[in-house]
């Protein structure tokens, strides 16, 4: 596998649907070889998403909208234009302090691709936040604050 050239116009991507966003992935893992993967994120204003953490090291750039990021025991405010990273293993959350935003997030690796399709599959067949997800979070070593630390589990 190799880098490749892509080309996709707005409103182009595979759509990735959350419990609360949906992602539009932009640049697959596939055409950069797994280096690194960016997403279009909408999210509505609603309930915060889990804190939580995940392996993968990650920047979100805000293009609309405000919320606010918690990164372990730090609250940002974004507002357009704002950039933030959260380093791997890193507690964190945001909050759509707006109707709604859209951001950027670049990931490393195809690590966060990967987990949202996975995500996407179960919530279809009808699994909600909690013990449902349960399989998902720790197939993909993500962990929700107060959950035990997921053992290892293979790629």
């Known amino acids: 596998m190799t880098h490749q050239v892509r080309h996709r116009g707005a409103g ?21 070889d797994d280096d690194y993967e960016l997403f279009e994120v909408d999210a ?29 025991d730090r609250a940002i405010d974004l507002t357009p234009g704002s950039v933030i990273t959260i380093p791997p293993n890193a507690w964190h959350t945001f909050t759509v302090l707006s109707p709604a935003v859209r951001f950027l997030v670049i990931s490393l690796t195809g690590a966060m691709g990967r987990f949202h399709a996975d995500l996407q599959r179960a919530v279809a067949d009808g699994a909600t ?20 630390v997921p053992a290892e589990v293979g790629p």
């Open 44 to 72: 509505p204003r609603g309930p915060a998403t889990p804190l939580h953490r995940t392996t993968w090291p990650k920047a979100y750039y805000l293009l609309h909208g405000r919320m606010i990021v918690q990164v372990e």
């Open 12 to 32: 182009e991507g595979t759509e990735l649907t959350a419990p609360d966003a949906v992602l539009t992935i932009k640049i697959d893992a596939a055409d950069t």
């Open 129 to 148: 936040l909690g013990p449902d997800l349960a399989p998902v979070l720790a197939r993909h070593r993500v962990t929700l604050a107060g959950d035990p």
